[in-house]
């Protein structure tokens, strides 16, 4: 969202196609048979309304018209021109509150009241300020009513100042300030700054900042990135301070400047150590091929034939309700809904009937940078502020997706503009390439597969792209994955470096660093494990030495190991153990399986690169209070409706007093609960973090490889059930390889004694299926294989933002 619209040249050819293709409707999904058709199923229709979806534009329609009607006084108008005019910035869901939508799903109450959020963007003193407030109920009646939204927020407040004054007046300053100082730009950089031309330089400002009051910015030259939009990793070695605090743009000042380790007071002295051949120069940043994703020309061994891929000719397993967002597979139940800031939320998790996981949704995605430079030395980045929702973009199917998936869109509703992002959600199943479980036997070898239901979306938040799975397994394992890629965020090298460039990422290009730093994405899981009453132990197996009367004469001590279970009794932050030496378990406080044991459900670093983490930097200067979540792996907490979420959007304006302070929420109540106590009834909740520790190498160049970025947490059945669920619902097969005389088991067992594990009726065959096979010989439609994305294709442009703040949760405005 540069203001120049100087927008990105199309040279790949996938984005020159998207460019001019025209509307086109999806491409139909093939069927090797009519009667496995989805659409002619009998239509599937989720048990309960969704409460938590979005808006639809009927809503915020009249919503608009209220707000308008209510509160003349404001002046609100539709399309802002500045953060100087009053208007209606976002409207979304105000999700209902737990304790009322727990009746309506379990106990037939009543639906519970449909509320908005609406966001308004006033001027107040000359001061922009976001502030939040509830409009409800819906639809909009007699009762309906404008309340100031603070519940939500443990500031007490429900506004967030603003110190970005003139978005508008940021950008253009630093166009004219790079234009204003050609000469030295042209000397060091080889390029001027130049809004009429395609490839010249910006002047960018860092978006994150120390609220000392006032608003000082750093801005830093980029060269554009035309190709691929690889702009951030085209950063330039000319820094400079700008002091933009004054409402009269007159006043604002530019300078010092940062060039190859020295720091020039103003542009003067800038200019004459230039002269004077008294500074030390650098080589600029050039973009070239290096930045480009794709390589169209090389032709390694291999590459002129397509790569295997999974094909569902029968059909998909699973059923959605795509009105109401509700999806069923294997047991599995969940609702799914979307908001411009968080993306995607699950709600009401059951497995087999029984209640997991009320909630499951991504609350916050940092990204917190280090350098010895002032932009990659003070840059951090909470997307939710640029919008993990607003910005999932499209999906291509056969690629994001397979071939087969099936596809929703999203809607949020912009300073009067309901914004689709179409087919941005997918859901499909996956037979992985490894078994769930086997054995091979004296006679028989026994295999079931994996096969997993994935709910997908990806957020392409300016140059980088999250890609967030939502995976159910058939044992009742539920797993949230991130994997991310896209260009990095990479630093400026200064070839004759100071010391201690190198302690911030390594040179990866001819001036590149690769600037070293921490994401960390924090996620929601109400864990209602078999019902809302929980506790949470940590589980640990320990070292120990001990005498056993059995052991003696001979062994006097043992050394051995042994469980040793400690409650965590009250609101705390946990790490992951040391050598995985704990189990952090949430079980039900009172119900047990047939062994008596307490049902639970184990929390766990999954499978990604290495244990998920949290953020390196202890009390980080940037974040203040913005995201103390980022401290710890994994949290708990009592459920409370007053405290939906754990960050905010608006937290990036104002680190220092946020309009959330996560520390103010995880501050060590009771867990303890149960009479004589009754204050507190059990519902616990758990905030975890995935993301990595980002060491950018020369192999994040041009993008970085979602194998290795990838992380995950996994929510796995601890004593959930009597035994694995997942045997009544795999598709495998018993291959009896001596069905005669023997069974599977040891040589002695007697044939008969287990004939009905081995053969299916009379015959006998040596191969026995579990669940369905395929039968015959079938050919598929290309489309199957290599979906028409020419045809297939909704999108004509991408609002990808530029990280800067324009479309950001600081608010829009409009040029004419
Ligand atoms: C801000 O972004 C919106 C789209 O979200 C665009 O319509 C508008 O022109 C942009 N405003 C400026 C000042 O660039
Ligand atoms: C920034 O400018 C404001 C007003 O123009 C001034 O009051 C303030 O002292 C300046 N800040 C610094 C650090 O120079
Ligand atoms: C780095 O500095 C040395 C002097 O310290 C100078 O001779 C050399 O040219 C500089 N290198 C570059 C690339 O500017
Ligand atoms: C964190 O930093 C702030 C500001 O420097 C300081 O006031 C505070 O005491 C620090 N807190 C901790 C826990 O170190
Ligand atoms: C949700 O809970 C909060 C906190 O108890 C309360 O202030 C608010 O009114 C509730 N919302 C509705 C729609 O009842
Ligand atoms: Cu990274």
């Known amino acids: 969202m540069d203001t120049r619209s100087r927008s990105f040249i199309y040279l790949s050819s996938f984005l020159f196609f998207v460019a001019i293709t025209t509307w086109f409707v999806l491409p139909t999904k093939y069927h090797y048979d009519e009667h496995y058709a989805t659409e002619s ?67 037939d109450g009543d639906v519970p ?59 253009e300053f630093g166009d004219s300030l790079g234009q204003s100082i050609s000469d030295i730009t042209q000397e060091l950089l080889g390029a001027t700054v130049n809004p009429n031309s395609e490839d010249g330089l910006l002047c960018l400002p860092r978006p994150s900042r120390v609220a000392t009051g006032g608003l000082v910015l750093w801005f830093q030259f980029f060269r554009p990135g035309l190709g691929s939009g690889g702009r951030t990793l085209l950063p330039q070695g000319i820094y400079v301070k700008v002091n933009a605090t004054s409402l009269d743009q007159n006043d604002w000042t530019a300078g010092p400047f940062f060039y190859n380790g020295v720091i020039y007071d103003d542009v003067e002295d800038f200019r004459v150590a230039i002269k004077n051949s008294a500074l030390k120069k650098t080589p600029p940043n050039l973009d070239g091929s ?27 397993r699973y059923k959605v309700d795509k009105k109401e967002k509700y ?31 009320y909630e499951l949704g991504l609350q916050e995605a940092m990204a917190h940078y280090a350098g010895d ?13 640029f919008g993990m929702g607003k910005n999932m973009y499209e999906l291509l199917p056969g690629y994001d997706c397979p071939a087969y998936a099936d596809y929703m869109d999203t809607h949020y509703h912009m300073a009067h503009e309901t914004h689709e992002l179409p087919n941005s959600i997918c859901v499909f199943e996956y037979t992985a390439d490894h078994l769930l479980s086997r054995h091979t036997a004296q006679y028989s070898v026994t295999a079931s597969r994996n096969t997993y239901l994935i709910v997908r979306s990806t957020s392409t938040v300016g140059n980088y792209d999250y890609a967030i799975d939502y995976i159910f397994y058939m044992d009742g394992a539920i797993e949230v994955k991130v994997r991310a890629s896209g260009y990095i965020f990479a630093a400026f090298y200064r070839s004759n470096k100071t010391e201690g460039e190198d302690e911030y990422g390594h040179r990866i290009g001819e001036a590149v660093s690769s600037s070293v730093h921490d994401h960390v994405i924090n996620f929601k899981a109400d864990l209602d494990v078999a019902g809302p009453t929980n506790d949470m132990v940590r589980l640990a197996l320990e070292p120990l030495t001990k005498s056993y009367d059995w052991d ?7 050394n051995t190991m042994h469980l040793v279970e400690y409650g965590v009794n009250e609101e705390t932050g946990l790490d992951w153990p040391k050598n995985s030496g704990e189990f952090f378990i949430v079980y039900n406080s009172e119900e047990r399986n047939a062994w008596g044991q307490r049902r639970g459900y184990r929390i766990t670093s999954g499978t990604g690169m290495g244990s998920t983490p949290h953020l390196t930097i202890e009390n980080s200067t940037t974040l203040g209070d913005s995201a103390r979540w980022a401290e710890h792996d994994i949290w708990v907490l009592r459920q409370k409706d007053t405290e939906p979420r754990s960050a905010d959007p608006l937290n990036y304006l104002a680190p220092i007093d946020p309009i959330i302070n996560f520390n103010a929420m995880a501050d060590h109540e009771s867990l303890e609960h149960g009479a004589p106590d009754t204050t507190y009834d059990g519902d616990l909740v758990v905030y975890f973090n995935l993301g990595s520790h980002h060491i950018p190498h020369s192999g994040d160049v041009p993008n970085t490889l979602m194998h290795t970025s990838g992380s995950s947490v996994m929510f796995i059945p601890h004593n959930f059930h009597d035994r694995d669920p997942s045997r009544e619902s795999v598709q495998g097969v018993r291959l009896q ?80």
């Open 290 to 316: 290096w930045t480009d994703t794709e390589n169209f020309d090389a032709k390694p061994d291999g590459r002129e034939l397509p790569p295997p891929i999974s094909v569902q000719p029968y059909g998909a």
């Open 552 to 558: 003696q004469p001979e062994v006097k001590e043992r």
């Open 41 to 107: 199923k009998p239509a599937f229709s989720a048990p309960k309304q969704n409460v938590w979806a979005e808006l639809t534009e009927v809503e915020a329609e009249q919503i608009y018209d209220f707000v308008y009607a209510q509160r003349p006084e404001l002046n609100l108008v539709r399309r802002p021109k500045s953060a100087l005019e009053n208007s209606i910035y976002i409207l979304e869901t105000l999700r209902p509150n737990k304790s009322d939508a727990v009746p309506y799903l379990f106990d």
């Open 737 to 816: 390889i001596d069905g005669k005389k023997y069974g599977g088991g040891f040589r002695g067992q007697e044939e008969d004694a287990r004939a009905d594990l081995r053969s299916r009726g009379e015959k006998k065959p040596k191969a026995n299926y579990f669940g369905a096979t395929y039968e015959e010989s079938m050919k598929l439609p290309l489309e199957a294989f290599e979906p028409d994305l020419e045809k297939g294709y909704k999108t004509k442009k991408h609002e990808v933002t530029d990280l800067n703040f324009n479309g950001s949760a600081a608010g829009v405005w409009m040029v004419d």
């Open 373 to 385: 430079d002032p932009m990659a030395g003070g840059q951090e980045f909470l997307d939710t502020f």
């Open 113 to 171: 009241q449909r509320w908005a959020k609406a966001v308004l963007a006033l001027n107040v003193d000359d001061t922009p300020s976001l502030v939040y407030h509830a409009v409800g109920p819906l639809p909009i009646s007699k009762e309906s009513q404008i309340l100031p939204l603070t519940f939500p927020f443990n500031s007490g407040r429900n506004d967030v100042k603003s110190e970005i004054k003139d978005y508008q007046a940021i950008i």
């Open 327 to 357: 999806v069923s597979w294997f047991g599995f139940e969940f609702y799914i809904t979307t908001a411009q800031a968080t993306g995607l939320t699950l709600y009401d998790i059951r497995f087999k009937g029984e209640r997991v996981i």
